[in-house]
Nanobody, 118 residues
Framework: QVQLVESGGGLVQAGGSLRLSCAASGSSFSINSMGWYRQGPGAQRELVAIITSGGTTNYADSVKGRFTISSDNPKNTVYLQMNSLKPEDTGVYYC????????????WGQGTQVTVSS
């Protein structure tokens, strides 16, 4: 199993910034990709950004140019720098990992709340 622990959520005014972190831990695993999804009030969970172990990134159109995903592979940690935040960025942000243990599977963090006030 792989455990994901997120940190860095909070309340910020529109135009502000936040940085989310997610650390993966467990035994005998390798990360294929890590990233972030979010779920706004009354909405479905959606992809925000993802990064592969090779460094390829993919972003939702709504966050391109404002959010930056990065990773520290030796630490199995992924970061999401969120700038120019908007009220519509409000939601619970979930860390995601596609990892290989004895098999390849998806793992999820507990979620961290991000609230952007107007």
């Amino acid at each position: 199993q792989v455990q994901l622990v997120e940190s860095g959520g909070g309340l910020v005014q529109a135009g502000g910034s936040l940085r989310l972190s997610c650390a993966a831990s467990g035994s005998s695993f390798s990360i294929n990709s890590m990233g972030w999804y979010r779920q706004g009030p009354g909405a479905q969970r959606e992809l925000v950004a993802i990064i592969t172990s090779g460094g390829t990134t993919n972003y939702a159109d709504s966050v391109k140019g404002r959010f930056t995903i990065s990773s520290d592979n030796p630490k199995n940690t992924v970061y999401l720098q969120m700038n120019s935040l908007k009220p519509e960025d409000t939601g619970v942000y979930y860390c995601y990992a596609l990892a290989t243990v004895k098999y390849t599977a998806q793992f999820w963090g507990q979620g961290t709340q991000v609230t952007v006030s107007s």
